[in-house]
């Protein structure tokens, strides 16, 4: 029951549209009428400039840290007695699904590249570092962010998956880069068609 409950929580969490609230408190905005129609921070960036777009991923990470952290305290103090791993990638997985799918905006949120990275950051430390040294280290490659995420979602996957985590990290890896590309089908269009920027 507990951990049903906490589910609920990161989904509810991971559902507050940060750079929705942002955008439309700071400029009178809505930003799904711009850009890619997404609320995350790149699309926030092409909207309302750089420090709101910094603002946004800040909000957006913190989505899936409390609930993530929030959670191990729990199973450290045996308040939550089920399988940890388990219990960590479900609220992990809840936070993401709340940012892409977010229940205040008719489900429809952002593409989760912030708050995957911060769900993984608390639950395997390793493979997010791995996969932030690939993300930032393509940025002196290309300047397409598509690129840069969707080779984060792989390298999240395989470095969890080759340094022997527990499988339902692995597990939980695997759904979250699947759910990266899935949100960037279109980018993915346009990167087979050479116009995506």
Do not use: Q
């Amino acid at each position: 029951m507990l951990l049903a409950l906490l589910v609920i929580f990161s989904y509810l969490m991971g559902s507050i549209p940060t750079g929705y609230i942002l955008v439309k408190k700071k400029l009178n905005k809505d930003v799904r009428e711009y850009g890619s129609g997404n609320i995350g921070a790149t699309n926030v960036r092409r909207v309302a400039g750089e420090k709101l777009s910094k603002i946004t991923a800040i909000c957006d990470m913190l989505k899936a840290v409390i609930p993530v952290l929030l959670t191990r305290f729990l199973i450290w103090n045996n308040i939550l007695t089920a399988n940890e791993s388990l219990s960590l990638s479900l609220v992990a997985i809840a936070a993401i699904l709340g940012h892409n799918y977010t229940i205040f905006l008719k489900f429809k949120g952002g593409k989760g590249v912030a708050t995957s990275a911060a769900a993984f950051m608390c639950v395997v430390p390793i493979p997010f570092l791995i996969t932030a040294v690939v993300f930032f280290g393509l940025k002196l490659f290309t300047k397409v962010v598509s690129i840069r995420s969707l080779s984060a979602g792989v390298t999240l996957f395989l470095s969890t998956l080759l340094l022997g985590y527990d499988k339902y990290y692995v597990y939980a890896s695997l759904f979250a880069c699947l759910l990266v590309f899935w949100r960037h089908k279109e980018n993915i269009k346009r990167l087979i068609k050479g116009t995506e920027k």
